[in-house]
């Protein structure tokens, strides 16, 4: 599979957790191979509502490798990046891709009311910090700030993005022919 070929159902899976609260890798290994089983297209694991804001770093990435494991290959394993500074997620995603994480879903900065131009320099600087392609994700009614279509001229002239879809989407044109983002628009 190439970097731009994200395409189909790419669904974020639940974090399994024990009883104690703890993260259940084994819960989260066997509903990856579910999920396979059910024919999806591709895992992305730490979704951005609970898990961006509940668990660690070190939990995510963890839970990653756990997915990866189970993956084996057959789908393409996607991190979550909502995190509530810009510098936590870019340094998330460096590490995503040091453990073979095979693309990003990437939400606008979490808890901070961004104005558009904030928001293009957040995306801009997740873009950098790795070359993972990455599908930019609107989630309006829990957030503060949005991704809106208007700001994808000026959104990371990097070739590292991903013409994918996720729930209702809208394909945005861009400055460069050989990029094509997404935003995944949750209603």
């Known amino acids: 599979m190439q970097k731009s070929d994200f395409h189909g159902v790419l669904p974020a899976i639940t974090t399994k957790m024990t009883a104690d609260q703890q993260v259940d890798l084994d819960g989260v290994k066997a509903d990856v191979v579910f999920q396979i089983e059910g024919g999806v297209d591709a895992i992305v ?3 951005s509502l609970g898990e961006a804001s509940s668990l660690t770093v070190a939990e995510k990435l963890a839970i990653a490798k756990a997915a990866i494991e189970a993956a084996a290959g ?63 994700y609107n989630n309006p009614r829990p957030m503060a700030s949005t991704s809106p279509p208007k700001c994808s001229r000026r959104w ?19 400055t460069k022919p050989s990029m094509r983002w997404v935003i995944g628009i949750s209603c």
Do not use: Q
């Open 45 to 47: 694991v730490c979704g």
């Open 74 to 136: 057959r789908v393409p394993v996607l991190l979550t990046i909502a995190e509530d500074s810009t510098s936590v997620g870019a340094a998330l995603a460096a590490e995503a891709e040091k453990i073979g994480v095979e693309g990003l879903m990437v939400l606008p900065a979490m808890r901070y009311l961004a104005d558009d131009r904030e928001v293009v320099v957040h995306y801009r600087a997740i873009a950098a910090a790795s070359n993972l392609p990455i599908i930019v």
């Open 156 to 174: 990371p002239t990097s070739p590292n993005s991903s013409p994918s879809r996720n729930r209702p989407a809208t394909r945005v044109a861009s």
